[in-house]
Nanobody, 125 residues
Framework: VLLQASGGGLVQAGGSLRLACVASGLIFSTHGMGWFRQAPGEVREFVAAITWSGGLTYYQDSVKGRFTIRRDNAKNTVYLEMNSLKPEDTAVYYC???????????????????WGQGTQVTVSS
């Protein structure tokens, strides 16, 4: 069972990155997915979530209008497109699968059962 996140890196403020999370060894298409992030010394926080069908998305207020979560169920992949990046977006970004089948998407990390290893995003000022 694996959620493999990639796409992180170092970018200047105002730049863009696209994160990808590929699922293998688990059922992907009937589960909501989420992205969370954790900065040094901080608790892990919700960033974005998407329902199993991709029909609904949810965002933390600070990333609304800048980040977009998408999924491709044929490729078992969820993406996080990040634009207009700010230094405060610097963190390790984690993807996760919601435990509930056909779930509505959630900001609560406790309802996610599988987590990726994280990918570092660093935004310089």
């Amino acid at each position: 069972v694996l959620l493999q996140a990639s796409g992180g890196g170092l970018v200047q403020a105002g730049g863009s990155l696209r994160l990808a999370c590929v699922a293998s060894g688990l059922i992907f298409s009937t589960h909501g997915m989420g992205w969370f992030r954790q900065a040094p010394g901080e608790v892990r926080e919700f960033v974005a979530a998407i329902t199993w069908s991709g029909g609904l998305t949810y965002y933390q207020d600070s990333v609304k209008g800048r980040f977009t979560i998408r999924r491709d169920n044929a490729k078992n992949t969820v993406y996080l497109e990040m634009n207009s990046l700010k230094p405060e977006d610097t963190a390790v970004y984690y993807c996760a699968r919601q435990a509930e089948t056909l779930g509505a998407g959630s900001m609560d990390p406790k309802v996610y059962d599988f987590w990726g290893q994280g990918t570092q995003v660093t935004v310089s000022s």
